[in-house]
């Protein structure tokens, strides 16, 4: 498998999103996943093109290959754990997506584990339902001295 760069990355999570739908994805659905214009697109899908991710046809669109698949659904994966550990801290949404973004590809796999048996033993224990509450009045409280 090849070393592919956050970029690359980011290109394999926004086609695979782009694509859920019909299947593949058009050069402007995956400019629209990114914010990019979709000029810009062309040239990182011909290069996964060719290194194998992906298949691209001008006028068909393009569709992940089952390498591109594979590392596209481990980043989503990694982005939606990491942004549901911002949002269950409290990090407003907007911030949440842009911080997991950056994070996905950082983080090593046995962190990204470990939060997500995080977020499950949250999800499974009462008691972690409030502390996570009493988090929320801490952080609010601190952010009212703060600004006081």
């Known amino acids: 498998m090849h070393a592919l760069s956050r970029k690359a990355e980011d290109y394999l999570e926004a086609i695979?999103?782009?694509s859920a739908e019909k299947g593949y994805a058009r050069t402007r659905?995956?400019?629209?996943?990114l914010g990019i214009q979709p000029p810009t697109v062309v040239e990182m899908v011909q290069k996964l093109d060719r290194i194998g991710m992906i298949t691209y046809r001008k006028y068909d669109g393009v569709t992940l290959t089952p390498d591109g698949k594979k590392i596209a659904t481990v980043i989503r994966d990694r982005?939606?754990?990491?942004?549901?550990?911002?949002?269950?801290?409290h990090v407003p949404h907007a911030i949440a997506e842009m911080d997991a973004c950056m994070m996905e590809h950082e983080l090593h796999p046995e962190t990204i584990e470990q939060v997500r048996s995080f977020l499950s033993f949250c999800k499974e224990n009462p008691e972690a339902a409030h502390a996570m509450k009493n988090f929320l009045s801490f952080t609010t409280i601190k952010k009212v001295q703060s600004h006081s």
């Not at 659905?29 to 996943?33: L, N």
């Open 29 to 33: 659905d995956i400019a629209r996943e």
């Open 16 to 18: 695979l999103n782009a």
């Open 79 to 89: 982005h939606e754990t990491l942004r549901a550990f911002l949002e269950l801290v």
